[in-house]
């Protein structure tokens, strides 16, 4: 029996402008408008006193990312590769530090480059550092912008009071990280990388208001708070420049729905610096761990199928070289096509979808099917299944 899909009125959407190429300002071309975007897996090695062991990518990944590979995305996205190997988003985070430099570790993100390849994807590798969303158990006293602990109800885990990250301290712990983490992906054959600026990880700890409260460059007006992200962009840049074709991305939300939470102004206000500074391509998201958001939450937005597309459009106009792509939601073709057509974004971010089906993209360019499975683990209900079944490989990890 073939499984039910999402209705939709068309037959077929193969020659519609998803296959269509997208530049990025820099050179490179993806293939079509679909992103594979990224979805954490929580199954690298977690070995934390053998920093060699520690954030290796196992089996169960390369084999994913061979099905996506095989796909038909124009860019794929790892899942958060984290850069600090005691700020970890959980314990089973792929990781690239200094101290676990090796040749295995080399091999392994260079062969998870080519899986991603396989059919003509860029392949992008998204870096991330969780801050205070780091789980108590890998780390009780994590860094973060400030000592604003969060406390959440939405997962299993808890969360340590977070360290205020001294400013002396900005660029060694933090800066240097990412870089570091940068040129490793280059250098192992990666097009790109994506930094994680949504969902409350460290970037959004510094950038949104409720996580903020600090006095220096780094804290109080919208412009000190962007000024860490903008930092390592320079960082990154300086080491990779743009002529090298090298893409530089990051995750933004366009809203956060909270009281005090990034607005839809702010927002727009710091794409528009994005845009000014040459990032190649911008990805909005929303939400963060205490009001998470890839569900239709509001009202506002359960009247569409993408999740951010009404704040998607408001932002667009800001952006001019930089790509746009729009995640969260997204499960027909017409739905898809609509939101290119109407400008609110370029290309399109696939989650929970792809993982019941990794060559969506490529059934619906070749006419095959014109929406996702229905029963792929719809929304809330993915999320906290995954999360049950990341919890179970979790306590597996620390010995629970
Ligand atoms: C289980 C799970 C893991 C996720 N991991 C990441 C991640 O590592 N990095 C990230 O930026 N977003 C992550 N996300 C968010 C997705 O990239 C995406 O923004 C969200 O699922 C909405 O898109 P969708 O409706 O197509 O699933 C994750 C989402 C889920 C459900």
Request: glycine letters at 8%.
């Amino acid at each position: 029996m073939s499984p039910q899909r999402f209705p939709t009125s068309t037959t077929s959407a193969s020659s519609t402008i998803l296959g269509d190429r997208l530049k990025f300002r820099n050179g490179p071309e993806a293939q079509n408008r679909f992103l594979k975007a990224a979805l954490t897996e929580i199954q690298s090695t977690y070995a934390p006193n053998e920093p060699k062991k520690h954030g290796l990518p196992t089996d169960t990944i390369l084999n994913i990312y061979d099905k996506w590979g095989n796909g038909k995305y124009g860019v794929i996205l790892t899942s958060n590769v984290l850069v600090d190997p005691t700020n970890l988003e959980s314990a089973g985070n792929a990781i690239i530090f200094k101290e676990g430099e090796s040749h295995e570790r080399r091999a392994l993100y260079t062969y998870w480059a080519q899986l991603m390849k396989q059919d003509g994807a860029l392949a992008v590798m998204q870096l991330s550092h969780a801050g205070r969303q780091t789980p108590e158990l890998v780390n009780p006293s994590p860094w973060s912008a400030s000592d604003v602990q969060l406390v959440s109800s939405a997962r299993f885990i808890t969360y340590g009071k977070p360290i205020p990250l001294p400013t002396e301290l900005v660029k060694t712990e933090v800066v240097d990280r990412f870089v570091y983490a940068a040129k490793y992906a280059y250098e192992c054959g990666f097009d790109g990388i994506q930094l994680h600026g949504a969902h409350g990880y460290l970037f959004s700890q510094f950038t949104s208001p409720t996580t903020n409260k600090r006095t220096d460059k780094y804290g109080g007006s919208l412009e000190n708070r962007q000024r860490i992200v903008l930092e390592i962009y320079d960082a990154i840049r300086a080491e990779i420049p743009a002529s090298t074709g090298f893409l530089v991305g990051i995750k933004t939300n366009s809203v956060e729905f909270q009281n005090e939470g990034l607005t839809l102004e702010d927002a727009k206000l710091m794409c528009k610096v994005y845009e000014e500074r040459g990032f190649d391509f911008v990805e909005l998201s929303g939400g963060t761990f205490e009001k998470i958001a890839f569900v239709h939450e509001r009202e506002s937005t359960r009247r569409r199928e993408a999740f951010f597309v009404e704040f998607a459009e408001q932002i667009r106009p800001v952006f001019n070289k930089t790509v746009v792509y729009l995640t969260g939601g997204f499960r027909t073709a017409p739905a898809m096509i609509d939101a290119i057509k109407s400008n609110a974004t370029q290309g399109i971010g696939l989650g929970r979808p792809i993982t019941a089906e990794p060559d969506l993209p490529k059934k619906i360019l070749e006419g095959d099917v014109t929406s996702a499975i229905q029963d792929h683990l719809p929304d809330l209900q993915a999320a906290l299944r995954w999360s049950r079944w990341a919890e179970q490989a979790w306590r597996k990890l620390v010995g629970m």
